[in-house]
């Protein structure tokens, strides 16, 4: 009796161990079976897409769309519409076959709501400033040996920005017979020292002008400019990018590369060893 148990028993496992195995192997092959529709999808979507480049230009066209879009917020966020970028997003606009009316429509929508928006002030107040500083310190380059190549515009707006807002401020080039040389300025002016020092840049800036420097093999120059007015500063200081390692600089550091006499001196570019002071 016992023996006849154990053979009933034992064939019972047999049975679920060939079920089990049956189902272990149908999804096995169920998962291959998909894997295979897949890659025949992925398959049939390239080769449409090669029979069909349109299709790849469409994509395109929406991309150079969104540029515009990005383009028109930077260019409308302080409320000041300037000649140099009206021109770009006009171009970019042809780029995608946009007629300009249509462009011209929405730049003047977007500036009235900036201009309507009080916060448009302040930003304007802030930047005035910076504006200011630049213009002062471009104004010290004699244009007999420089040529200003270049004024970035420093125009964001939440996290969207232009390629040239996070490099320096100014390029010029300076020229002597057959010598040229290229260098570039970042330009900062604070009201007042801070815990006796001056926060120039955040870190995400310093890396950026780091890589600009490198990545075009052109020096840069910090200029800044504490107290007095943006467009007659009290103190300036001039100071190689490569010489510099924090956000922070204090005082007894600046000192080391204060001009003096800058109201009636302009900047000299010692090009055998690339200084500007």
Known sequence: MTGTIFIILGIIVLGLGVILLLKSGY????????????????????????????????????????ELQNLIKI???DGVLTKNEKEIIFEKATEINMQTEIV????????????DNPETKLIDKQKEKGDLFEAFVASKFDKKYFTLKDWSSDKYIKGIYAETTIQPDL?????????????????????????????WAKQSQLNNYIKFEKKYNTPVFVAIGVGGN???????????????GYTFL???????????????NNFYFNHNSNKLS
């Open 171 to 199: 390029k010029l080039r300076f020229k002597l017979r057959d010598i040229e040389r290229d260098f570039a300025i970042e330009c900062k002016y604070r009201s007042n020292y801070y815990k006796n020092g001056i926060e």
């Open 230 to 244: 943006p467009n007659n500063p009290m103190e300036l200081f001039i100071i190689p990018l490569n010489e510099i």
């Open 75 to 77: 260019a409308v966020a």
């Open 250 to 264: 204090y005082k007894s550091f600046l000192k080391k590369y204060q001009k003096t006499n800058f109201q009636k």
């Open 104 to 115: 011209e429509k929405q730049l003047s929508e977007e500036l009235q709501k900036k201009l």
């Open 27 to 66: 999804k096995k092959e169920t998962k291959l079976q998909n894997i295979k529709v897949e890659d025949e999808t992925e398959e049939k979507e390239i080769i449409r897409t090669i029979q069909h480049p349109k299709r790849l230009e469409n994509f395109d066209t929406e991309t150079k769309k969104q």
